[in-house]
């Protein structure tokens, strides 16, 4: 079992950038598909971007070429780097973890494959 907890949200004017982490306890994270997801006010949660035991990423087409998943496995903690934040990527933004076939396939942006879940982090994009 894996504990998530999420840190770095914020609120920042559009054009700018945050840093979003996610540490983990329990367990490691190379045994895991690992991902970010975000939940928008009244809407569902959508994945975000997923990153696989080798490093291999997969992102959602609204956030390409601006936001960058990464982790550090020594400390054990998932990154999300969101540049040119829009005011549409307003919501609070979660880390879970899968099992590692998850990231291979298309399923990775599936909330019901996902096992454990960080509590989320508000980010707040205003024009």
């Known amino acids: 079992q894996v504990q998530l907890v999420e840190s770095g949200g914020g609120s920042v004017q559009a054009g700018g950038s945050l840093r979003l982490s996610c540490a983990a306890s329990?367990?490691?994270?190379?045994?895991?598909?690992m991902g970010w997801f975000r939940q928008p006010p009244g809407k569902e949660r959508e994945g975000v971007a997923a990153?696989?035991?080798?490093?291999?990423?997969n992102y959602a087409d609204s956030v390409k070429g601006r936001f960058t998943i990464s982790k550090d496995f020594a400390k054990n903690i998932l990154y999300l780097q969101m540049n040119s934040l829009k005011p549409e990527d307003t919501a609070v933004y979660y880390c879970?973890?899968?099992?590692?076939?998850?990231?291979?396939?298309?399923?990775?942006?599936?909330?019901?494959?996902?096992?454990?879940w960080g509590q989320g982090t508000q980010v707040t994009v205003s024009s």
């Open positions: 879970a973890a899968a099992p590692l076939n998850v990231c291979w396939d298309d399923s990775w942006p599936e909330v019901v494959e996902y096992r454990y």
């Open positions: 329990g367990d490691t994270y190379s045994k895991y598909c």
């Open positions: 990153i696989d035991s080798d490093g291999s990423t």
